[in-house]
């Protein structure tokens, strides 16, 4: 079988095995997808006969499924996380995505551990120690710069020997599309405190989405009815190359609760992407089998997204905050130019239809929508007649910029068949001693070879035996494969029945179908270093998110001394951070004493308060790591539901 070299691999997205089949079709190298309990996506599990079905699907080209166990748990839930990774790996699995270190220290299968972006890994050294513990792929902070990325990969990029057995160094994954959180994955407890629902359970109340009023030390009022804790989309589309070059191997698109348009539209718009990086840098290669072909061009603008940002891979930038709305508003499509009683007509370029949606920014810049019912063709233009016209004449007039919510012929697209996927194959029709050979050689170097008992009659027309025959070969018809070159190597022009070619067609087929399956071993378990290497702190606060017995026996076991609760037993007393960001409110606001320069006095200084109704949440900033903390306490009147920790 071929080897190559530096495989990228895209990480697509699913809800469900039939996303999943979807993603891996439009050309995802690998799926990410939720078993039936334990997600960091509470309402999207499934169940093991679905995901043996997605197993199934994604062997046929190479391609891998990973498993999310991500949440912490509770004591008493760690019986049943084991037996749900066995069921998995049984079902196929090819890795389990991890958060909780206590399922490291229980009998689990000999499956693929990945370290989840829930685990925080935002230093050399804590990359390097989850890799000597038996990570083979680690999902780093969305937060990470270039340099910050091309560090990591320098401390864990040699592998380790543990145990006389050669780790291959751990594969670096990065999220590159999708919903931004502002809290550093697996540091945020906001949720929790408020509503008792934890974003590290899986059931995030999105605190960040809601609007805020900032106001300064002195009550004075920065920012009012904002969504200021809210990020634009991540957007890598113009980093990938240099991602790569950095150390980047797996490249993650977010979305595990997005539909199906979602993730087709975004897996096929970095599948090409990608695609183009291997025509240009052959020090890279797919990941997987198979080349994707689709029938719509893909513009992830026009699925679900609040504008996009490159967040931090390329330094501090003035524009992450989707400030206005946390929803998506859709792109700019045109300016409302005349309005009557129940039309509007627009200057666009864009051609509307029946059916899209319309959004505009109304007064106070809240974002309203309308559906339109029907689109027509004018001298001026395009009149639009929504579902109902906006009772909104300050907001809604002549000049505003109406922008595209939905456009109803690019999802019609999208709920169509939209994407093949096929494996490149040679065919080589030779002779055997009493009749003819077929040998199928696909893109892998995977080979299989049939033959039939046939025999040898001159055609009666030569030339036109030998198309036929190749025509035939060819005819790969709904199997997985199509025909690259087809060779005939025979000494004379023979006669062969349609029948017999197509027989020979079909069982060399087959067969390379079982080769292929043989060819694809289990992803490695790495082993962890012996004896424990130390974790790179002596403490671990509540930030550590040690929830159970077991956990904790595995920080003891490399060398961990203090180990705080969780924040989720609710043994944390007073105010402490609740959201932990790297992005900042008075950068966003201009107010940054180290950008300022001296000339910005009183408003500055922290610290700073966020509002929402009766809910005030204190902002401090540690200018040295350029940090904001979102400071609060439990809610008073919230339920607390004790969970017991072994100590």
């Given amino acids: ?84 990774a066995w069921q998995v790996y049984e079902a196929g699995a090819d890795a389990l995505i991890v958060q909780d270190m206590g ?107 809601l609007p805020y009023k900032l106001e300064d030390k002195q009550g004075r009022i920065v920012a009012f009815d904002k969504h200021l804790l809210s990020m634009k989309d991540n957007d890598q589309s113009a980093n990938l190359r240099a991602l790569a070059d950095a150390g980047i191997r797996s490249f993650k698109i977010e979305g595990r609760l997005k539909d199906m348009a979602y993730v087709k539209n975004a897996t096929a718009h970095y599948r090409q992407l990608l695609d183009r990086i291997f025509e240009a840098a052959p020090q890279y290669s797919r990941a997987s089998s198979g080349r994707s072909s689709h029938t719509f061009m893909p513009r992830p ?100 910029e109406i922008l595209r919510n939905r456009d109803q012929a690019f999802e019609r697209l999208l709920e169509k068949p939209s994407a093949e996927r096929r494996i490149q194959v040679s065919l080589e029709l030779g002779e055997t001693a009493d009749g003819f050979a077929l040998r199928l050689e696909d893109e892998d170097g995977i080979e299989a070879t049939v033959s039939v008992a046939h025999a040898k009659e001159l055609a009666k027309d030569p030339q036109r035996a030998l198309v036929g025959c190749g025509e035939s070969l060819g005819k790969l018809g709904a199997t997985d494969f199509k025909a690259g070159e087809i060779r005939l190597v025979l000494s004379e022009p023979w006669f062969l029945p349609a029948a017999v070619i197509n027989a020979l067609r079909r069982d060399a087929v087959e067969k390379l179908v079982t080769a292929r399956a043989a060819a694809r071993p289990r992803l490695p378990r790495a082993a962890p270093v012996e004896p424990p290497v130390d974790y790179p702190d002596k403490e671990l606060s509540y930030l550590g998110n040690v929830l159970n017995s077991a956990a904790r026996a595995f920080y003891r076991r490399h060398g961990v001394d203090l180990i705080a609760d969780a924040y989720e037993a609710d043994t944390t007393p007073g ?68 969970t017991p920790v072994a100590h």
């Fill in 575 to 642: 105010e402490v951070s609740l959201m932990i960001t790297k992005h900042c409110l008075r950068y966003s606001h201009s107010l940054c004493p180290k950008e300022a320069k001296g000339w910005v006095t009183g408003v500055n200084a922290e610290p700073m308060t966020l509002v929402n109704g009766k809910e005030k949440l204190t902002l401090r900033f540690d200018c040295k790591k350029c940090e904001m903390h979102v400071v609060g306490r439990i809610r008073k009147g919230r339920q607390i539901s004790i």
């Fill in 1 to 84: 079988m071929t080897t190559h070299p530096n495989p990228l691999e895209l990480l697509a997205p699913a809800r469900n095995a039939e996303i999943g089949i979807e993603a891996i079709r439009h050309g995802a190298d690998a799926v990410y997808i939720g078993g039936p309990a334990f997600g960091a996506r509470h309402d999207a599990g499934n169940s093991v006969a679905e995901i043996e079905r997605l197993v199934r699907y994604a062997q046929r080209f190479h391609a891998r499924i990973f498993i999310t166990l991500n949440t912490i748990l509770r004591d008493d839930e760690l019986e049943g996380a084991r037996r749900m």
């Fill in 301 to 400: 603008e026009k699925s679900f997204n609040r504008g996009a940002t490159d967040y931090f891979v390329n330094g501090r930038q003035p524009d992450i905050g989707a400030f206005d709305t946390p929803s998506f508003a859709g792109e700019a499509s045109g300016t409302v130019t005349r309005i009557g009683p129940d039309w509007f007509e627009v200057d666009s370029v864009e051609e509307f239809a029946n059916g899209d949606g319309i959004s505009y920014l109304s007064r106070g810049r809240k974002l309203a929508g309308l559906r339109i019912n029907v689109a027509k063709r004018v001298a001026e233009g395009q009149r639009l007649y929504p579902n109902e016209m906006p009772d909104d004449p300050e907001g809604f007039k002549p000049g505003v």
């Fill in 103 to 209: 399922l490291l220290q229980l009998d689990l299968p000999p499956i693929q551990l990945h370290a989840s972006t829930q685990t925080d890994i935002r230093t050399p050294e804590k990359a390097k120690f989850l890799a000597d513990a038996g990570f083979s792929q680690i999902v780093l902070a969305r937060e990470l710069s270039l340099p910050e990325i091309n560090a990591i990969q320098a401390k864990v990029g040699a592998g380790e020997t543990a145990n006389g057995v050669a780790n291959p160094a751990p594969i670096l994954e990065f999220f590159i599309h999708g919903a931004l959180c502002v809290a550093f994955s697996g540091q945020c407890y906001i949720s929790h405190a408020h509503t008792g629902r934890s974003a590290n359970r899986g059931e995030c109340s999105q605190a960040c989405r």
